[in-house]
């Protein structure tokens, strides 16, 4: 099956309708469904034609997206990791947001090695009590999505334990690697566990079951495969093992480190950027294993179609017939005539099939 989807980025939000990302949106319910029903009235009016909807990037899906949902903590995972443990949040009117860098930084691993405690942090009962007021409202009947999660499939999302080490630490952690791999392990493992505890605390209080697990390791490619090995496979393989199967996520070139990637227990998917080879990953997983891939900024960003759909036709030579989802994020800046062409290619595909929206379901 092929099928292509796409999100709307906030920043594109926020240049087309003037919608604001302050701290109030993240943090009052009303206010977030608000913006978030207004983004989805203007997706649904723009683009009638396309599988396109407001989100975050490889994080929402909008076969499980339903009008009737409220987002409540809907942040980065490792931002609110991060404000567990100290870091200050950082809006963007117009963008993504933040957190202060740095919030473990001189300080020692035992520190995160008590993850059931983040669940008397005042942030977690804030968003517990929010939850529950979404559930005491009988006459909206909204369905709240907990934090960590984005959509009514169930699968919750974390950062990858290394990506938030990065976040936490600094860039030293590179170097801790390698001369203190043990210690630089055990914060890892840490880190694993705190989101552990939390996607299972948010699950039970939403009422809103695991189905599975996105794992955003966005810093995989700035180290070798030896790194991944020692590091991701294991910590990454906790995480499967706990909350279950697991989406990883390795937005830079990732072809050297699909074989390792391979050694995960319990993954199920692939989300790639677009300079991976999807020749070698499907020599690594079969044709089975369902691949998203997204272009590369450039492509989306030319004022030519042509370098979008040559990267589209390669992509779907390598794919020699698997499981395969192009997918893309609106950003400010790209050519919307880049997207069209893209996804006229792949719906005159033989093997194009679009997912039957849900509103629902499993992964």
């Given amino acids: 099956m092929i099928t292509i989807s796409g999100t709307l980025s906030k920043g594109w939000m926020a240049k087309a309708l003037g919608v604001v990302f302050d701290r109030d949106y993240y943090f009052e319910p009303s206010r977030r469904y608000a913006v978030d029903c207004q983004c989805n009235e203007y997706a649904a009016e723009r683009f009638p034609e396309m599988r396109l909807f407001y989100s975050e990037s490889n994080l929402g899906q909008i076969d499980y997206w339903d009008k009737s949902q409220i987002q409540i903590g809907g942040i980065q995972p490792n931002m609110i990791l991060g404000m567990l443990l100290g870091a200050d949040f950082v809006p963007q009117d117009s963008g993504d947001a933040d957190i202060t860098p740095g919030c473990l930084a001189g300080k020692n691993a035992a520190e995160l090695l008590m993850p059931e405690s983040l669940l008397g942090h005042r942030l977690t009962m804030l968003f517990d009590e929010q939850i529950r007021q979404v559930q005491d409202d009988s006459q909206r009947r909204l369905r709240p999505i907990p934090p960590f999660f984005w959509d009514l499939s169930g699968r919750a999302a974390v950062h990858g334990a290394m990506t938030s080490t990065q976040k ?25 566990e705190a989101f552990i505890v939390l996607c299972r605390h948010f699950s039970e209080i939403a009422n809103l079951p695991i189905t599975g697990i996105h794992v955003g390791e966005c810093s995989s490619c700035m180290v070798g495969p030896e790194v ?34 391979s050694k995960i227990t319990n993954l199920y998917s692939l989300d790639l950027g677009g300079d991976t080879s999807i020749r070698r990953a499907r020599e690594v997983f079969g044709k089975k294993m369902l691949i998203s891939v997204a272009p590369l900024p450039h492509d989306m960003s030319v004022q030519s179609t042509e370098p979008i759909l040559s990267w589209a036709k390669r992509i779907l030579e390598e794919n020699n017939g ?22 006229d290619f792949v719906k005159h595909l033989p093997d194009f099939q679009p997912p039957p929206a849900t509103g629902g379901g499993t992964i």
């Fill in 228 to 261: 991944i090995e020692r590091f991701v496979v294991p910590v990454t393989s906790k995480i499967g093992r706990e909350l279950g199967p697991v989406r990883l996520h390795s937005c830079g070139p990732s072809t050297g480190h699909l074989e390792t990637f």
């Fill in 322 to 343: 698997g499981n395969l989802e192009y997918i893309y994020h609106l950003e400010p800046g790209y050519n919307i005539n880049n997207i069209y062409a893209l996804t």
């Fill in 168 to 192: 936490f630490l600094g860039e030293n952690i590179f170097m801790d690697m390698m001369t203190e791999p043990q210690r630089a392990l055990e914060i890892m493992y840490s880190i694993a």
